[in-house]
C-alpha cells in the first residue's frame, strides 16, 4: 500500500469552528489532492497541489483553505465549519515516476458538523 | 461540473456473470482510469487507458475507449461475490494541470 495517512479518521464538531485535516505521505510524490464524497455526488475535488507551496482550486473550493509547507504533508482546513461540509473526506497522491499516472487514496476522514 | 458519469447507478448480478459499466466525458482527455471502492474504505486504482489505446486488460478486466463518442467501458468477467463494491471512472485533462475528475459510480452487487 501506498504510504499515505488521513488524521483524524473520525471527527465530529460545531458549527462555526475552525477544522483541520491532515494528509501525510511517505512517497514523495509531487501531486496531492482533497476530495470529499457525498451520496448522489461521487468524489468532488477541493484543492490540489502540484508542489510545495503551489496550489490550485477545484470543482467546490468555497469555505475551504490548504496549505502545503513540505512535500510530504497537506493540510485542508474548513475556515468555519458549516452543516453542509459534513462529508467524507479523501486526500490522494500522485506522480512520483510518471505524473500522469494512478492515484492513490488515503482511508478517508468522516467529519460531522453538528 | 463533474466530467465522467457512469451508467447504470446499480447493478445486481449473480455469481459468475459478466458485469458492465459505462462512463461517458465531456472534454478531451489524456488518460481515463477505473476505481473500485470497497464500502467504508478509499479508492483503489483498477486500470489505466490512454487516450490513443482502445482496448485494455487485466485480469477479468476488460476495458474500452471510444474519444470519438467520449465513452469508456469496464467489463468485469465471471464476477465474484468479493467484486461487490462501487467502481469509478475517473478523466485526466489532455491540458493543464494533472488532476483527476470522477464520475458518480456504479454500485455493483454480485450475489453467491
Known amino acids: 500500500d501506498a504510504g499515505i495517512t488521513q488524521s483524524p479518521r473520525h471527527k465530529v464538531t460545531e458549527t462555526g469552528t475552525p477544522v483541520t485535516l491532515r494528509c501525510h505521505q511517505t512517497?514523495?510524490?509531487?501531486?496531492m489532492y482533497w476530495y470529499r464524497q457525498d451520496p448522489g455526488h461521487g468524489l468532488r475535488l477541493i484543492h490540489y497541489?502540484?508542489?510545495?507551496?503551489?496550489?490550485d482550486k477545484g470543482e467546490v473550493s468555497d469555505g475551504y483553505s490548504v496549505s502545503r509547507s513540505k512535500t510530504e504533508d497537506f493540510l485542508l482546513t474548513l475556515e468555519s465549519a458549516t452543516s453542509s461540509q459534513t462529508s467524507v473526506y479523501f486526500c490522494?497522491?500522485?506522480?512520483?515516476?510518471?505524473?500522469?499516472?494512478?492515484?492513490?487514496f488515503g482511508q478517508g476522514t468522516r467529519l460531522t458538523v453538528v | 461540473s463533474q466530467q465522467g458519469e457512469e451508467d447504470p447507478q446499480a447493478l445486481s448480478i449473480q455469481e459468475g456473470e459478466n458485469a458492465t459499466m459505462n462512463c461517458s466525458y465531456k472534454?478531451?482527455?489524456?488518460?481515463l482510469q477505473w476505481y473500485r471502492q470497497n464500502s467504508g474504505r478509499g479508492l483503489v486504482h483498477l486500470i489505466l487507458?490512454?487516450?490513443?489505446?482502445r482496448e485494455k486488460h487485466s485480469g477479468r478486466l476488460r476495458v474500452t475507449l471510444d474519444t470519438s463518442k467520449k465513452s469508456s467501458s469496464l467489463l468485469i468477467t465471471a464476477s465474484r461475490a468479493a467484486d461487490t463494491a462501487s467502481y469509478f471512472c475517473?478523466?485526466?485533462?489532455?491540458?493543464?494541470?494533472?488532476?483527476?475528475?470522477f464520475g458518480k459510480g456504479t454500485m455493483l452487487l454480485v450475489s453467491p
Open positions: 490522494a497522491i500522485r506522480g512520483q515516476g510518471q505524473v500522469r499516472a494512478e492515484a492513490f
Open positions: 512517497e514523495n510524490h509531487r501531486y
Open positions: 497541489s502540484y508542489g510545495v507551496k503551489d496550489t
Open positions: 472534454t478531451s482527455i489524456n488518460n
Open positions: 487507458i490512454r487516450s490513443n489505446e
Open positions: 475517473a478523466t485526466d485533462p489532455l491540458e493543464g494541470y494533472s488532476t483527476l475528475t
